[in-house]
Structures are given as C-alpha cells and as structure tokens.
Nanobody
Framework: QVQLVESGGGLVQAGGSLRLSCTAS????????MGWFRQAPGKEREFVAR????????YYADPVKGRFTISRDNAKNTVYLQMNSLKAEDTAVYYC????????????????????WGQGTQVTVSS
C-alpha cells in the first residue's frame, strides 16, 4: 500500500505561480514513476506531467509544456509540480499518482497505468 498526500494548492491570479507537492508513504521503495493529473469541473481527468523515479526522465502534456516543471526528491519520497504563467484554464483539482508496477509504456499518460492516487488539491486561477 502507498499513501499520497498533495499540498500547495490555492488561489492565484493569472500569470502567477504555485508549487504543488505530493509526499508518498508506505511501500515507496517500489516507485517506478509519479505523475500529476488534473480535473476541471465538468471535464475528464487529464494527464499533466510525469517523472520516472530512477533517472528523472520527464514527460509533459502539450498545454503545460514550457510552463510547468515536474521534479522529485527521492530522499523525501516527494514529487513537485512547479506551475508558472498560470492561466484560468489551469483551474482544476490536481491529483498525484504513482506507478509501482511498470506497464511497459514510455509515456504513462493514462489513469489506468497508475496504481495509487492522492485525494487532490484545488488550484484556482483568477483571470
């Protein structure tokens, strides 16, 4: 079992920045990758970014490329999402998730590839 706790959400003006954190506890030694997803009201949950735990390899969704940065601190079992130049359309509940069992994929952009999920943190960007 793995528990994930997100923090760092809040209200920010368009153009501003926020940094989300997600700390994992439990069987974290099996972490293969961690990712961030988001879900806006009335929309499907969508992939944002992911990082491979062993080498820090990252992958981003097109809407956030160049604005968001995912990083990790292995010693703290924590993944971060630095969000800059925020837009109103970034408003959503942001969820972190972890992959314990590799699925043979490179991208890890679908929810089914992730094994555990956090409860989410609200990010609201005012225009």
């Amino acid at each position: 079992q793995v528990q994930l706790v997100e923090s760092g959400g809040g209200l920010v003006q368009a153009g501003g920045s926020l940094r989300l954190s997600c700390t994992a506890s439990g069987r974290t030694f099996r972490t293969y990758a961690m990712g961030w997803f988001r879900q806006a009201p009335g929309k499907e949950r969508e992939f944002v970014a992911r990082i491979r735990w062993s080498d820090g390899n990252t992958y981003y969704a097109d809407p956030v490329k160049g604005r968001f940065t995912i990083s990790r601190d292995n010693a703290k079992n924590t993944v971060y999402l630095q969000m800059n130049s925020l837009k109103a359309e970034d408003t959503a509940v942001y969820y972190c998730a972890t992959v314990l069992t590799p699925k043979g994929s490179y991208y890890y952009t679908t929810q089914l590839e992730y094994d555990y999920w956090g409860q989410g943190t609200q990010v609201t960007v005012s225009s």
